[in-house]
């Protein structure tokens, strides 16, 4: 079997020789890559995290959110060159690491690295900062006074690994509100992070140690608690057991900042199924559920189609099946583990016992790359098995989903929703849209958009940068009190 090796991991001030490395294995198609990630220990992590707090106090925070900005474009700009060495190793690695098929990697990547530019990141940081500016000084506040916004001197990263290049997001976000950076990159995933760091030490050599991305087994051990004790913030992603974990192991003074799992789902009016629009729909809507084979924490595991249109619910269904079975042959599914595999023969079986009502229908071939089922009366939202499984279920009134998505199987678990992707007409999506934001949806999507967030995002509803950020306000009585001070006063 031919072996490749690569490195990862960005480590500024310290030698391959001087840390140990441990390799990840990755096997497909009768060949394998190791990927040799540091093993930093305690020392190594306290004198690192001393080293990027340094570094972004002397560089990174003198530069400008304009200025940062800039850097990030010219790193992304490259990453969007097909024929600079970095995409090209991206494109050819990260299928192989991921298991995804190479063109959905590469597709999703260039979608990912498109809202990255630089216009989108100036309406990013404008999404949460009305006036940029407080990023860089004191700025005129409206109720008199100033105030000025600071980031953290040192923000600390922990990623999931079910989507390549989920990094850059929180990366992008540490670096707008100028914090030193250490990401610890996961096992299913560990090549990204490292590359995004190298490009912008070499967009912007001044940032060379304002960053750097480590490694370690599962939950670590004395080398995550070092980082964590120095650590002003740290935004983590994973399962809600491996956060509390997380969470546990924090100063009580540490913000925590933390995005877990996620049920997205989506709603199908009867004004979108004529003959002419529901074809189209269905094609939007297998996209996403195709993305990254429902990996994403914005994936849809049901889609709630309404009676009454020209198409029923169950052709719906059918027009569903018929477009994943299309992508199929264009994107495969990544292969199965064998944990995988059984989770999915298990919830399939499930869903056979269960449809047992008149109308209801498992769709495909039972050895297809896909699952489509049909339920002929409202469901309450649950998870699927993933790996492109999806439930359609019938309703009678777009009144009814806010109900079936906060029923008693997510009963005061309303955190969590997040996307749910929506076809209808103008004045039934906003009476939906208040109906599922009071019920915790924080983000509604067109269908075929909810894997790809626009920029600036509220990511489960909370604020990219504003939460990472501490305020200093000048008042107006300091302001007013210094005036007798001024030399040009009497």
Request: aromatic share 8%; hydrophobic share 50%; charged share 20%.
């Amino acid at each position: 079997m031919n072996t490749r090796r690569v490195e990862a991991g960005y480590l500024p001030g310290l030698a391959a020789a001087e840390v140990q490395w441990q390799a990840l294995s990755f096997e497909r198609d009768g060949e394998r890559l190791e990927v040799a990630v540091p093993v930093l220990s305690a020392p190594q992590m306290e004198a690192l995290a001393a080293r990027v707090r340094r570094a972004s106090a002397q560089h990174l925070k003198t530069m400008t959110v304009s200025e940062i900005i800039a850097v990030i474009d010219r790193a992304v700009g490259r990453l969007l060159d097909r024929d600079d060495p970095y995409r090209r190793r991206a494109d050819a690695l990260l299928p192989f690491v991921s298991g995804y098929d190479a063109e959905m990697v590469r597709l999703g990547l260039t979608g990912l690295l498109k809202t990255f530019r630089a216009p989108q990141l100036h309406r990013f940081v404008a999404e949460d900062f009305p006036n940029p500016k407080v990023l860089d000084g004191f700025q005129p506040a409206a109720k008199g006074g100033a105030v000025r916004a600071y980031g953290p001197g040192l923000l600390a990263h922990t990623w999931a690994g079910n989507v390549p290049a989920l990094a850059l997001w929180s990366l992008v976000c540490g670096l707008l509100v100028k914090a030193g950076s250490i990401g610890k990159v996961p096992s299913a995933e560990p090549l990204f992070a490292g590359w995004f760091a190298r490009l912008l030490a070499e967009a912007h050599p001044p940032l060379a140690d304002c960053l750097a991305v480590v490694w370690w087994r599962g939950a670590g051990g004395d080398e995550a608690d070092a980082l964590y004790a120095q650590a002003d913030a740290v935004v983590a992603y994973g399962g809600n057991e491996a956060l509390q974990a997380i969470q546990r192991r924090l100063p009580v003074t540490t913000r925590f900042l933390a995005h877990g799992h996620k049920l997205g789902f989506g709603v199908v009016s009867a004004a979108a199924l004529d003959a002419v629009n529901a074809p189209a729909v269905a094609r939007r809507a297998a996209w996403d559920v195709m993305r990254y084979d429902q990996q994403g924490c914005y994936s849809p595991h049901m889609f709630y189609v309404q009676r009454g249109g020209a198409v029923a619910p169950r052709e719906f269904a059918g027009y569903l099946a018929g477009e994943l079975a299309n992508l199929q042959r264009r994107y495969p599914r990544r292969a199965l583990d064998l944990e995988e595999s059984a989770a999915l023969a298990k919830w399939r079986q499930s869903i056979e016992w269960k449809a047992a009502g008149a109308g209801d229908a498992l769709l495909g071939d039972p050895g297809a790359a896909w699952t489509v089922v049909y339920a002929d009366a409202p469901q309450e939202l649950a998870p699927t098995a993933t790996q492109r499984s999806i439930v359609v279920a019938a309703i009678g009134s777009l009144d009814e989903v806010a109900a079936a998505v906060a029923g008693r199987a997510l009963a005061g678990r309303a955190s969590f929703l997040q996307t749910a992707g929506v076809a209808a007409a103008p004045e039934e999506l906003y009476r939906l849209a208040e109906q599922l934001g009071a019920a915790g949806v924080t983000r509604i999507s067109a269908l075929g958009a909810m894997s790809v967030p626009e920029a600036g995002w509220h990511h489960d509803g909370r604020f990219n940068l504003l939460d990472l950020v501490r305020m200093t306000e000048i008042e107006q009585s300091a302001e007013a009190a210094a005036e007798p001070y001024a030399p040009y006063e009497p």
